[in-house]
């Protein structure tokens, strides 16, 4: 099934732009692991925010810090040491094996991995990283609808925006993490509140 190509890089910069200040558009499957440049794989994420993002993952993509949060946020908060390497980075899709290695055994200070994380997801919790990595699914999702959630919320309006717009793998993993397998429109925006809270 072909996705629908949505609204280019530099038009989701202009509806975002209004809404989100100061922000970077960041690939969620990174675009060296074949991520698309597309209304439904770019995320509005703050500047300072994204770049720590950048510092923890290098290029993991979504489902990869995803599955990996828990482990990641205990190997940084929870390990005693003042310094560690990031074992995470193992699945990143880095071509050259030696820069891999090096960027895996480099060995980093835990109080500004920490620090990090804190800029990444706005806090420490676990629970707040995994609620900031759900908005970006939403993104995933909906794509630029996101910035005008009361336009989502009109059930007719949702409707004829999955009929328009059907859902990749991608798209529907994102969809069933954040909504559950089956869900109707009153559910999906109580769901939606929540995340968005």
Known sequence: MTLPKGRSKSELQKVYGKKFRQFNLHHMIPSS?????????LFPYKTKSHSAYNYLFLNMSIWQVWERTQEIHRAIFDSGDEFINRHWLEVCCIRCENEKRRQIEKRMSVIELQEQWRKAFGGESLQQARKILKFMMLFMVFGSRMANTDHLF?????????????????????FNICFGESVDCSRIKTKMSKILR
């Open 154 to 174: 009109n059930n007719g309006n949702l409707i004829e925006f999955f009929e328009k717009y059907p859902a990749n793998e991608d798209r529907l993993r994102a």
């Open 33 to 41: 692991c074949g991520g698309l440049t597309n209304e439904f794989n």
